[in-house]
Structures are given as structure tokens and as C-alpha cells.
């Protein structure tokens, strides 16, 4: 038999579950991240993106698919609209496709470093620098074991 209990002032039910606790944590990052973002005009998945490119010159799409444990083809998704918008630059060496910023990519570093600060700043508030900094070595290590 169900028991209906005042949900408000419970815990969720799936608050113990590892993939529920996971997702919730990634949708109020995200959202902090794209509040930190929106002056910049991109997205925190294109900002990161951007930011790889403006770091390494040259970098191939895969070697900026593995900086950011995205799949290449997300990356070629993202550097297509990075590209429409004047950011980047493809330019070919053989096979392999090399992504150079443009003056308007490297212009916004000042601008993309503040927002990433503005993130990093903003989680590190509520949640305490140290209690942040072991809480992302242990997610990022957790990640990297389920692969």
C-alpha cells in the first residue's frame, strides 16, 4: 500500500542513485555555466571549444574530442558552428584537418577565461574550494573507470 507522505519535505527518492545524483549536479552546473557564458554569446560547450583552439593552434578535431571527452563527431558539430560564425579557420594538412583560430576567436580569450573563472568561482562558493576541487578529481576519476 502507497503512503502518500508531503513531498517537499523528503529527500527524492532516487537521491542514493549515483546516475540520478549525477545528471542533477550536471543540470545546475550547466546552468551556472550558461548564466557565466550568455555575455560571451556561446554556448559553455562552444566557449570550452573555442578555448582548446585558441590554447593550440593547429589542434585536430580529435585531439580536441579527447580534451573534452566528447565524441568527434559532437566536436565537428561544434566546430561547424564555430566556423559559420567567423571563429575558426579549417585548413588541411593531408588527412588530417587542422583548426586554427581566427583574430575574432582570439579576441574573446579575456572574455571566455572571466566567464570560466565566473563558473569556477560561483560553484566554488556554495560548495566550498576544497570540498569542489576533491568532488571533481573523484567524478572525473569515476568517469574515466566507467569508460
Known amino acids: 500500500m ?15 542513485c549515483l546516475y540520478f545524483s549525477a545528471n542533477s549536479l550536471a543540470r545546475n552546473l550547466t546552468k551556472l555555466a550558461e548564466e557565466a557564458f550568455a555575455p560571451t554569446g556561446l554556448a559553455p560547450s562552444y566557449a ?8 593550440n593552434p593547429g589542434v585536430t578535431p580529435s585531439e580536441i574530442a579527447r580534451e573534452m571527452h566528447m565524441t568527434p563527431s559532437t566536436i565537428t558539430r561544434f566546430l561547424d558552428k564555430l566556423e559559420s560564425k567567423g571563429y575558426i579557420i579549417r585548413a588541411s594538412d593531408g588527412k588530417k584537418s587542422l583548426i586554427q583560430p581566427t583574430e575574432k576567436s582570439l579576441s574573446k580569450n579575456e572574455e571566455l577565461s572571466s566567464a570560466w573563472t565566473q563558473v569556477f568561482e560561483g560553484y566554488n562558493k556554495t560548495l566550498g574550494a576544497e570540498f569542489s576541487y576533491r568532488l571533481a578529481t573523484e567524478i572525473y576519476n569515476a568517469s574515466e573507470s566507467l569508460k
Open 2 to 16: 502507497l503512503v502518500h507522505t508531503n513531498m517537499k519535505d523528503e529527500k527524492s527518492i532516487f537521491c542514493e
Open 48 to 55: 570550452f571549444t573555442l578555448m582548446v583552439v585558441n590554447r
